[in-house]
């Protein structure tokens, strides 16, 4: 049922940044598992590339190992027959060495497909020779990984040097929470049923909270994340593709303008936010555990671990429903879900003793991808009406029995999407410049004001204030747990 696989045309993929971390431990496994469920024909051609001289032998036991290390136990019986559409070019990003190599090994009449698995950077110069030696034709597509720039001016940057030979339609911008089942879910939950979408707005819904934790720290990513923090890591991309997709506009069709053009409305009508209404943190260290400024290699680092907001929506539909976003690292689970809080009945004829109940329909990416709405009904049992709150939970790999496991995780989805040439998962530029335009004036906010993150401990659900966030409104946080 979840898993009817349709096989997609010959294709030619190459992974620019083929060796790198990004490959190993996501694009290739992905490939792996598309390959085994009989998506991706035996003529398509997988082509790492990289500084790292290689053969295609060389990169075969490289793709075999990280298998082994990241593919966990998915797999088919024949690898090696998967091996056997993979190479590898070694190739100068800013030079001129292997190139025309890579052009050689090019199908023809095919779909060939760049994945820019290197730092933004590099951006340009790959889209740059592309177009040198004759592989930026009108059906290539390029795909690209975030972060997309650091600020408004360097996305315009980057999509002006991308534009030079690329049209739009043939960019693909990598935001991999996209490509969850669950967030796609939410567009079938939204849009596939006449239940909730009268209730989806600010006569109904009192507000809504996205969560994003994460249990680790910044280990290992220190130097990138000492220059980003939460708000350029997380919240310009990530939660903000969310709230998107909670918070727009019917779109017309399933179709990747016409949903792109509703997501790009909610992020225009968002509201400034006000100082008072970000709270930033830094994870303390916990025993042996470094801390973030630890971590981060700076003992005065003023850059944010974990992240609060308070975001106003200026439009018919949301005016007065405020939208709580939150994410960061050490936290006490490792958690992402999406909180729509609905209203409390007009009245109640049990009695204030019934206490408050409200509806809450909650998304989980993860863990256990899935939906539960918390309905309010009687208590089972004698002696007087009283009331609990109980989920219906739509657990998908309880609903949808052994099959729930085949289904693909994002950067699988994504990569046969590129390869179908469907956008609509992807970011489109304006999109991403709109997000930093946004972004931009909040960073600038705190380092005008010059404020520095508040410390939190290692298993908490972060800086108190953030709890504060909440109390202040006569809300609270649903609770962070796996
Ligand atoms: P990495 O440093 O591990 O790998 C970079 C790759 O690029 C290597 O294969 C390296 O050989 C190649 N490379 C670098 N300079 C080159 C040059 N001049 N010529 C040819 N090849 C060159 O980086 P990564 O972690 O794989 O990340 C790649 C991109 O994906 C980055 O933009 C990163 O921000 C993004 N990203 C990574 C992750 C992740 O989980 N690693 C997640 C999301 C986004």
Redesign the pocket.
Known sequence: MVSRVIPVDPFDLVV????????R??ILPALYRRFCAGQVPDDAQIIG????AMDDAGYRDFVGAALDEFAGAAGCEDRARFLSIIGYVT????GDAGWTELAGRLGQDRVQAFYF????S?FGPIAERLQTYGMAGPDTRIVV???FGRDLTSARALNTDLARHFDEGQIYRIDHYLGKETVQNLMAIRFGNMLFEPLWNSQYVDHIQITVAETVGVEGRGE?YERAGAMRDMVQNHLMQLLCLIAMEPPSKFDPDAVRDEKLKVIRALDPIAPEDVVRGQYLADGDRPGFREHVGNAESTTESFIALKVRISNWRWAGTPIYLRTGKRLRARTSEIDVVFKDTPHSIFGPEAGRHRNILTIRLQPNEGIDLGVTIKEPGPGGMRLVDVPLDMTFAQALGPDAKDVPDAYERLIMDVVRGNQTLFMRGDEVEAAWAWTDPVIAGWEEAGTAPIPYDTGSAGPEESLALMHRDGRRWREIRA
């Open positions: 620019i940044g083929g060796t790198g971390d990004l490959a431990r996501k590339a990289a500084r790292t190739l100068d990003v800013l698995s290197v730092g933004p590099l990984e975030k972060p990138y």
